[in-house]
């Protein structure tokens, strides 16, 4: 699979990530790596993972989830 982003720009390079949100596949120069926090349900209270989850998302994704 090659980067979605850089093929709109004529451009091949092979995907090293999936967008999280719409699945284009990107190149390590179009994926945005953010830090989601995981809650989960436990028991009477909300258990927060830590470290944060790492979320992939692509740059249209990524500005429209700001
Ligand atoms: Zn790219
Ligand atoms: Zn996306």
Do not use: F
């Not at 092979?14 to 990107?26: D, E, I, M």
């Not at 790596?33 to 258990?47: D, F, K, L, R, S």
């Amino acid at each position: 699979m090659n980067c979605y982003d850089c093929r709109a720009l004529q451009e091949n390079t092979v995907a090293v990530a999936v967008c999280g949100r719409c699945g284009a596949g990107l190149c390590m120069d179009h994926a945005h790596v953010a830090p989601q926090t995981v809650h989960e349900a436990a028991g009477t209270g909300t258990y927060t993972h830590t470290p944060n989850a790492r979320r992939l998302t692509c740059g249209v994704c990524h500005e429209a989830e700001v």
